[in-house]
T-cell receptor
């Protein structure tokens, strides 16, 4: 079935450094790739997404890139801040109904 | 605009009991999807409802069921609870539900279910 792999599972960076999280997907029909941030005790929050007809999208310190040929997409956070510390999930559309298939998550820790 | 509301936030149940969780989607959204989140398995898709019909179902036993009302509010039910059902249950609201149609999904805060 459809599968989304996410790496790394944990990531620790110094404040001000960049962080990169990578995901690969298996369904060649996937056409929508959102990223969610989940803070402790809260539900996942949509932070950025990208459609299959776009190669890159930026929103302030956050960017996402997509390589459809290689079936991978990445989240880039620049100038990280302690409040960026959270678990980040990537997802891709899968199945006939286009439901989201999630990666296992990356726990990002930003050290002050 | 109000977000996705899930009630209750926390539940403690005993093995063998049943439980009902509620999700009110964002106003105007017709699709509600349910996910189970556990530390080991991540976010796993349970089922999706659109216009009161179950459109898609994940790989969970029949003890897990749901329904959707005409106002798009959804409930999920778990019968004969097992210890392994302890998890955070999340619902996500979207306009169409089918992400291939280019609509975002927004999550609620979740219901933390503990089975003892």
């Amino acid at each position: 079935g459809e599968n989304v792999e996410q790496h790394p599972s944990t990531l620790s960076v110094q404040e001000g450094d960049s962080a990169v999280i990578k995901c690969t997907y298996s369904d060649s029909a996937s056409n929508y790739f959102p990223w969610y941030k989940q803070e402790l005790g809260k539900g996942p929050q949509l932070i950025i997404d990208i459609r299959s007809n776009v190669g890159e999208k930026k929103d302030q310190r956050i960017a996402v890139t997509l390589n459809k040929t290689a079936k991978h997409f990445s989240l880039h956070i620049t100038e990280t801040q302690p409040e960026d510390s959270a678990v980040y999930f990537c997802a891709a559309t899968g199945g006939s109904q286009g439901n989201l298939i999630f990666g296992k998550g990356t726990k990002l820790s930003v050290k002050p | 605009k109000a977000g996705v509301t899930q009630t209750p936030r926390y539940l403690i149940k005993t093995r063998g009991q049943q439980v009902t969780l509620s999700c009110s989607p964002i106003s105007g959204h017709r699709s509600v999807s349910w996910y189970q989140q556990t530390p080991g398995q991540g976010l796993q898709f349970l089922f999706e409802y659109f216009s009161e019909t179950q459109r898609n179902k994940g790989n969970f036993p029949g003890r897990f069921s749901g329904r959707q009302f005409s106002n798009s509010r959804s409930e999920m039910n778990v019968s004969t609870l097992e210890l392994g059902d302890s998890a955070l249950y999340l619902c996500a609201s979207s306009f169409f539900g089918n992400m291939r149609m280019n609509t975002e999904a927004f999550f609620g805060q979740g219901t933390r279910l503990t089975v003892v």
